[in-house]
């Protein structure tokens, strides 16, 4: 009440989330935030959930905690019973997937968005400056925030779980600027271009402008990203070497180490890169061709072709220039 009384409104929307608008009514109430987040509390303290029984007994979370705390794993229960309290083993007992389980209904036709009723657009935008640093889910969110405000009618998949028709073609590693980036959406109604690219330029944070809006017909396929061209410029002081640059032209297999989830790998990055000139003694002009196989990003390229020590490549820019579709 307190916090609805000065002001808050609509928190779940990040947007409209003020931490402000919640400390000060945590004070006029009297609470300390910290005595309900950063208390440790005694096992035998009741809890604001306790009258949720979901089951599984304070006991075994109990022990479950002291196993993830020594790192212990717990083995599948499907096994032998660990007694966490969940099944009877008479009405209740571990789900067993079995393939002939799947009721299989009839098929559902797929559903189609009727031409004439939305329109595709396919946006060219740039991303400079600090707007570099926003990684590629939260440029997908700014965007939909942002055609929100403008008040677009953006449609939906059809389905369980709805998602608005927004494309981009490429998601550019993050710290990277770029002048040309795109985005195909699907929108309600059909506003005029130019007034477009205006209303979404309007709610779009700095460093991130639309410089085109073109419709295109609703049964276009979408282009593929085929290149990237970038300038990757090093700090003063860091002198590339064209006997690097010469050797890696004259390879057909170059490898590089890339580090992901699943751990290291070498990759072959020769077939990736179409052009690289060496503009001035830290300046690179980079053309990387995007395959069906795997992908390296240009900093791990430069790094690999010159070899590169972490000191080197510290303060690396990279602005990705202009890319082909087709
Ligand atoms: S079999 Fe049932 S009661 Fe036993 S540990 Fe698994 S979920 Fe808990």
Redesign the pocket.
Known sequence: MEARSLGAEYDAWTEHFRMGTWEEAFRCAGLDPGFYLYRKRSFDEVLPWDHIHSGVTKAYLKGERERAQTEKTTPD?REK???????DHKTVY?VLFRDGDLPHGPEKPALKTAPGRSNKHHITFTKTGRARFLGHLELVRTFIRAFRRAGLNLVYSKGFHPMPKISFACALPLGTESMQETVDIEIAGTPGTSSLEESINLQLPSGITVISVEEVPFDKKKERLKESHFLVSLKNGVKLQDDYLETFLKSEYFPVVKINKKGEHKINIRPLVKSMILVSPNRIRLIIQHTSGPQSKPAEIVRGVFSLDESSVSGMKILKTNQVLG
Do not use: F, M, R, T
């Open positions: 229960c019973c660990l007694e966490c309290g969940v099944c571990p």
